[in-house]
Structure formats: C-alpha cells, structure tokens
C-alpha cells in the first residue's frame, strides 16, 4: 500500500456485513498466479493427468482441512460455511468441470495448468452468459467454479496461499480481494474488521463474512492505494463507508455508533421470547425462508415461529441426477423435525430454462427459450414432468408424517394447474397408503399458491376455491406487475416493490383470501424490510415470512405501532401516485 499524507478520506463500497470497526489497516497480499501454456506431447499426457489428480486430491485435503477448521468458529458460522465446503468437495469429484479439464489435456494436449485454466474460465463465461432474471445466483455459480480452478492451480504450481497469520490483532484486515477459502480462514477474533477494493453484496464470500459477524465493506475502490500500513480507518458495515484516517469528530461519532449498535442488538435479542402483536392487541405470525439448511439455526435464534418459504431447489444442485424420493424424504424430515412442532412450508421445485443445472437439464425444452421469465417454469415445468412432480410430492407426505407441513406451488396462474396438481397429490398419496412401511400423517397436508403474477392476484376469488392458502411473493410480483427485472440499474427506478399498482394486488389479493377464509403470507424482499411492516399489516397481511436476520426488526415494527395507524397508512399509500409518494408516506409515520 502507498504511503499518503495523514488526512481524512472517506471511501464507499457494497456493505456485506453490519456493524462498526475502528483499527489499523494491515493488507493480505497474495503473490500472483503465473499458468503455464506449455504444449504436451502424446507421451506427456498421462503422467500429467496424474500430476492433476495429485493436485485435485490436495484441493480435497485442504478444503476437508478448512472445513474441520471451522469448530473454532461459532455454532452459526459454521453452519453458513461449512456446506459451501461441500459444494467445492462435490465439484472436486467427478464432476463436469473436471471432465472438461481432463479433455483438454486429451484432445487439445494442454498442460494441467492451461487446461485447468481454460475449462474454469469456459464454465464461468458460459453460467454468466445464460439468460434470466437471477443474476445474483450466475455470479456465485462462476464464482465457484473459477475459485476451484485458482485453487487447483496453487496446487499444480505450488505457489502459495493467502496467509492471515502475521496480521496483529485488532487490524482492519484489508486485500484486494478474498475469496470464499480465504474467508473460511479467517478467526473473527482476530480482527476489528475487513476491506477490500474488488468484490460485491451477492457472492458467497459476502455470505461468509456476514456468517462471521465482522463489520465488512466489500468493492471499495481505491481503498488500498490511500490506506497506509497501520493507519486508523473506521469500517460501517452498515452505511458501506470506510474513513481512513478518520478526525477526533469522526472518531469520537463512530464509537458512539458502535455503543447505540451494541444497545440496539441486545435490545432485539430481549424481543425473541416476546410475541409479534401490534399495540392494539392484532397478532402478525412471523415466519423464516429457509433457502439452504445451515440456515435452521439462524431461524432458531430469530425468534422465527416456522419456516413459511423452504426452498427445496438447493437439493438438485451440483448433482448430475435429480434426488430420488428416499433423499429427499430424510432431508425434508430432518428440517421438519428441527422445527419441533413448529409449521414447514415446502415450496416444489421452482426452475426454468434460466438456470442452469445438471440434474435438471433433462426436463428443459430443448431449443432456447426466448423469454425465460414467461415460459417453462414452476408449476408448469413440473406438471409437464409428472414423475418428477410425483417424487417430490412422494418425500413431502412422508415427511409431513413428522411434523407439521404445508406443499406451496410456485408459478400458478390458472385455477387448472392447482387443480392438476392436487390430483396428481391424491395419486400419490394412494399409492404410498399402499406401501405398508411407509408412514403417512392422517390427513394430506393443505396446498397453496404463490401469488407472484398479476393473473393470480385477479383471479384469486377463483384459485381460492381450489387453494388452502395463498403466500404472495412479492418479488416476481413486483417484475410481472412493472415489466422490469431487479437486475435493472437503480438509476432508472422502475423495479420497486412499493409501486401502488403492486400494493393494490396485494391488497385485493389479502381481500379475497379474507373473504374466502384462507391464510394469507407474504415473502420476498419486502417481507423483510421494518419500514414497510405497518404498510403490509394495513394491507390485510397477517403472516410475514422473511430472512431469519430481519424476524427481530419486523417484530419490534410490530409492536412498536396500531392497527388503527396500520390501515390509515395503507389507504394513503393505495392512493398514492407513486413508489417515492409511498416513501415519503412512511418515513413521515416513523416514531
């Protein structure tokens, strides 16, 4: 890092992890990976295709290593990191990017190191290219593949790894960039908190640090060339800033950030045992999304009562053939378990031809579809697969034998897919009644919708005919409502979910559900967000389910107003003629 005259700069980059951290900056430096494009001959290849087995068995060993590392760390850490583990073991295995590594060694005679490096680079490219609306999950996915290929590499080369051991405790730890293995090393103990000048919000090394509960910053630019070693910096993992060299002004206010913070988390952690029930006496159930299953005891410590989005899409990842019934019954069993009485809500596989996935590629049209995001998906993808549907199906009813449970269809906008879906679910359960070893709750579980198109929002007073509950996913909602994906940039502000065209199909679709006597949730990002609580309430929503993180902050929003003030802010904001009138409706009801 350059030396630099001793004044204040400040600095923004993407917040990944919430907190303050005030030391000095002290940078991990990596040295740089030189690859090889040496030519084999026909000879060469077979030594060095054990050359790169005995790199891909090292790979193996240090990830086991960093994951039996991880007991050092805290329950919930490791929780979040320990699977991500898995997923790079899986891809070490015999997996399609080492078969595309080994033919290129074959067919073009590349040594290990070009091969390795040109198939991870052709994977990332090619999942970075794919279509769709969820580039956030492309990112991670080329993510992956491109840190197994560095790692592979070190490994062929010898050359060595990041190290955070001469680091003196207390630092701001600073680099360029960290990758998901190097976050893995970290021993949050150690450090005050963590910069860098690459890197965003969505990758799973900002998933990591959050998981180690350290303030973050990630992609501040230019950050390492103004930093000095050991100059003080302050870290807002909350705001995204980074001051360097801060004043006596600036110091003193970001230690009296650091206490009301301290104040403010355990205030929130005296709400846990309290119930989420506005001043007037109107409850609000507050559930979890569950996305991956390291998340249970994230829920467990939110105060979370059930999980009301299980996305099971996580059990067909990196796998080359979709889960059979048994699989997917244990899994489903042990999460309904962990619960302990408390309701599961299983949301069947929600795919499409935007995402790309081995064991699912099978069941994709063949031809590339035009629009993704309108054609085949959800609901739609799996009644035109009934075996696949069956199966999961199948794994449900035999873990709703454990617990309470709840089956979620996503994509519905037509009265006939519920409708052959829940016949599709009689089958099933007759011919599991059939099998007398297996287990089956006296009653089929209840069937609901997603609620993320217009269509099924205005033909909700007919689907709750054939539904036993509505969850409103207010993501697509938001993207079909508006034409616009979140993917957008910022700056031209047509995806937002406080639109009133959106809140008015919320509110009508709570109506119908009220008027036919169904439950009605809502998930999706706005679920999540306090400032928009009291707006949902108003609107007819009596069950949220959200990101385990924000269970506390939507309870205290709860609690802290009046269903009186609740309806009086939703009739403003249904009125309202846009997304910034909502905001300012809002901000001016804030306490």
């Known amino acids: 890092m350059k030396q630099t005259r001793r004044r204040e700069q400040r600095f923004t980059g993407h917040p990944v992890s919430p907190g303050i951290g005030i030391g000095p900056v002290h940078e991990a430096t990596e040295p740089d990976l030189v690859v090889s494009t040496k030519k084999l001959t026909a000879a060469e290849v077979a030594p060095e295709l054990a050359r790169l087995e005995e790199a891909v068995a090292r ?6 290593k960093l994951k039996n590392r991880l007991a050092a760390l805290p329950e919930d850490s490791q929780a979040e990191i320990a699977p991500m583990m898995d997923v790079y073991l899986h891809m070490l295995g015999p997996s399609r990017l080492l078969r595309g590594i080994k033919a290129r060694m074959q067919e073009d005679l590349l040594c290990p190191e ?34 197994l290929g560095r790692r592979m590499l070190r490994n062929l080369t010898r050359q060595p790894f990041r190290s955070f051991t001469a680091l003196a405790q207390g630092s701001v730890l600073a680099a360029q ?33 959050r998981a180690l509960g350290l303030p973050a910053v990630l992609g501040a630019a230019g950050v390492l060339d103004a930093a000095s070693p050991g100059s003080l910096a302050i870290v807002d993992g909350d705001t995204g800033e980074i001051v360097l060299n801060p004043s006596k002004a600036s110091l003193e206010a970001a230690r009296k950030k650091l206490s009301a913070l301290t104040r403010a988390r355990r205030a929130l952690a005296r709400l846990q045992r309290l119930p989420a029930i506005t001043k007037d ?31 099971s899409e996580f059990m067909f990842m990196n796998r080359e053939t979709a889960p059979d019934e048994d699989t997917q019954a244990r899994i489903y069993q042990d999460i309904v378990e962990a619960m302990d009485g408390d309701p599961v809500t299983i949301r069947v596989l929600d795919w499409g031809s935007d995402k790309e996935v081995d064991a699912l590629s099978r069941y994709l049209p063949e031809a590339p579809e035009a629009n993704p995001a309108l054609g085949l998906r959800g609901i739609r993808l799996l009644l035109r697969h009934p075996p696949l549907l069956e199966t999961q199906l199948a794994a449900i009813l035999r873990a709703a034998a454990h617990g309470p449970v709840r089956i979620l269809l996503p994509m519905v906008s037509v009265a006939a897919e519920v409708q052959a879906t829940r016949e599709a679910l009689t089958r099933v359960w007759r011919r599991l009644k059939r099998r007398k070893t297996i287990t089956l709750p006296e009653t089929l579980p209840p069937l609901g919708i997603m609620v993320e198109t217009p269509a099924a ?7 709750a005919l054939h539904a036993d509950f509505f969850a409103i996913g207010t993501n697509d909602l938001t993207m079909y409502t508006l034409a616009a994906d979140r993917s957008l940039p910022a700056g031209m502000k047509l995806y937002d979910p406080l639109e009133p065209a959106v809140l008015r199909l919320i ?85």
């Open 59 to 64: 790979s193996r060993h240090q990830l086991q």
């Open 177 to 209: 960039d960290l990758r998901p293995a190097d976050a893995a090393l970290i021993q949050p103990s150690r450090f005050a908190g963590i910069i860098t000048a690459e890197g965003g919000a969505e990758g799973h090394t900002a998933v990591m640090l």
């Open 507 to 591: 509110h009508l679709t709570a109506s119908f559900a009220a008027d036919a006597g169904i439950p009605v949730s809502l998930c999706g990002e706005l679920a999540a967000r306090p400032q928009a609580t009291p707006l949902l309430v108003g609107l007819g929503i009596r069950q949220l389910s959200m990101h385990g993180n924000a269970v506390p902050l939507v309870k205290q929003a709860i609690r802290a107003t009046s269903l009186r003030t609740c309806e009086r802010l939703a009739g403003d904001a249904l009125a309202a003629p846009s997304a910034d009138a909502v905001r300012d409706i809002l901000a001016s009801a804030e306490p």
């Open 281 to 311: 006496g109107t409850p609000v159930e507050l559930q979890a999304n569950l996305e991956l299953p390291f998340e249970l005891a994230l829920i467990a410590e939110s105060g979370a009562h059930g999980i009301g989005l299980l996305r």
């Open 114 to 147: 070009a091969a390795v490096h040109a198939e991870a680079e052709a994977q990332a490219e090619a999942t970075l290219a794919q279509p769709g609306a969820d580039r956030a999950g492309r990112n991670r996915r080329a993510e992956e593949v491109r840190e």
């Open 457 to 463: 929002a205005l033909a909700s007073p007919v689907l």
